[in-house]
């Protein structure tokens, strides 16, 4: 794929959109986190945030949905419930089958994570009209319409 000037100019300008988001998401993590003492990275993250919205589920579909190894998995999921943020309950129908929840604790955690991301959602909208805003989220659409089908294939 050979670009022309400008084709490649408008990338520049994403890659450099998209450096400055994560900038700001790290900064605006970084302190709400120092202020909560959180010690999560971002896949045990990304893990407490899953299991919130799913309500309960097997390691086996965080790993799927994260992109990781069993082991990997495990050894996160070791570290969280050692710091009480996630707890384990094996199936009384088929006792190979491990369901993770999270405690109350974790509850609160990804209360507050989700509440940063929204805060940094409401930030970046800020700076456009609702018009905007309402053709910003269909490009997005688009966007991860083709991500997806490019994921599947």
Known sequence: MT???????????????????FRYKNKLIDHYYKERSFKLNSTKIHMLVMIYRSGKCMAVDIARQLSLTTGATTIMLNQLEADGLIS?????????????????????????IIGIRNQLNADMLDSLTKEEQQIFFQLLGKIETRLGSEMKE
Do not use: Y
């Not at 670009?3 to 988001?21: G, N, T």
């Open 88 to 112: 384990r309950e094996r199936s009384d129908k088929d006792r190979r089958m491990v369901w993770i929840s999270l405690t109350e604790e974790g509850v609160e955690k990804a209360q507050i």
């Open 3 to 21: 670009l022309d000037k400008e084709q490649s100019q408008q990338l520049e300008k994403m890659d450099h959109l998209m450096e400055v988001f």
